[in-house]
């Protein structure tokens, strides 16, 4: 296969070193100081200690679109933070019209994929997100990363009782088995993205706000209580969407988030390193829902206004 990620950050960075084992050709893209660094020297990873450096074709975006067009590739993934979603399409979506190759966003929130298939129809897009990976950029050209960093990914929203997986979802499937990167396809992907963002919306915005990972903050009986209550207003969001997410669900990611090792939250990464945090996509999707069925989200609404800052 022939990947394109776009965005090379820790979390499309740390994909690229893996699916350039296996595949025909990785091609990522980056900006600054970093695509350079790539561009001279590899993409080097270093992943639960492990090391690695990848000769990945790194371009920035207007390189991409005169050396190559969008059908000379199987599967775009996008690996951008959802705030960079908009300007980035503004950019590349000329170029990926032409082509029917699938787009796979493994973003946080969720809202990308329905601002996708919008651009480009729902046939094209596959929603998908990174489980249990967390990760920065330590300098040009090098990403950390750690965690078993598994891909859930299916067809947008989800297929009927009556509907076969479509082929190339499969195919990509055996490229990531061949790449070691554990993953699942699933038939309902907008209902796991609600419950990553019941995840991430409890313990993201809270962890930005103190400073404390996500060990800290499920593990202190007071912040464990912001975290639930969170995670609840996010569950009775999800109902707009016609998304179910039970008590017990509810409480089983909670323990699902208490139970990992301690994770550096991105919106804590970033806050630190003056980048604009992702508070549209992890607290104003569930604000906007909320407001839309006249219910209130009082602990998002407190987020809200703790962060408001920070998301410019």
């Not at 595949?23 to 350079?36: D, E, I």
């Not at 775009?76 to 170029?95: F, Y």
């Not at 796979?104 to 994929?113: A, T």
Request: glycine share 8%; net charge neutral.
């Amino acid at each position: 296969m022939n990947i394109l990620i776009i965005g090379c950050g820790a979390i499309g960075g740390y994909y690229a070193s893996r699916l350039i084992q296996c595949c025909k050709s990785v091609t990522v893209t980056a900006r600054g100081h970093h695509l350079k660094a790539i561009q001279k020297s590899g993409l080097k990873v270093t992943h639960e200690g492990k090391k690695s450096i990848s000769a990945v074709t790194a371009l920035d975006h207007a390189s991409l679109k005169t050396q190559y067009r969008s059908d000379q590739f199987d599967v775009v993934l996008i690996c951008l933070k959802v705030n960079q979603l908009s300007s980035v399409l503004m950019e590349l979506r000329e170029w990926l019209e032409p082509s029917t190759c699938p787009i796979l966003s493994l973003q946080n929130g969720v809202d990308s994929e329905a601002f996708l298939a919008n651009a480009f129809g729902a046939k094209r897009i596959w929603g998908g997100m990174a489980i249990k990976i967390g990760g920065e950029v330590v300098k040009p050209g090098e990403v950390v990363s750690t965690g078993i960093a598994k891909i859930t990914y299916g067809p947008w929203p989800k297929l009927d009782k009556h509907q076969l997986m479509p082929t190339k979802l499969t195919i990509f499937a055996k490229y990531l088995a061949l790449a070691n990167i554990p993953f699942e396809l699933t038939s309902d992907i907008q209902s796991e993205l609600w419950k990553k963002l019941v995840i991430n919306n409890g313990v993201n915005p809270l962890s930005a706000i103190t400073g404390l990972d996500t060990f800290e903050l499920t593990h202190n009986p007071y912040y464990a209580t912001v975290v639930l209550s969170a995670m609840q207003e996010t569950a009775v969001a999800a109902l707009n969407d016609g998304v179910i997410i039970s008590q017990q669900d509810i409480e089983n990611l909670f323990e699902l988030i208490k139970n990992f090792a301690p994770i550096k939250t991105s919106m804590l990464i970033d806050k630190e390193q003056g980048r604009p945090i992702e508070l549209d996509a992890i607290v104003g999707s569930v604000l906007e829902r909320s407001k839309l069925q006249g219910v209130s989200a009082p602990q998002n609404q407190q987020f809200w206004q703790s962060l408001t800052e920070f998301a410019r």
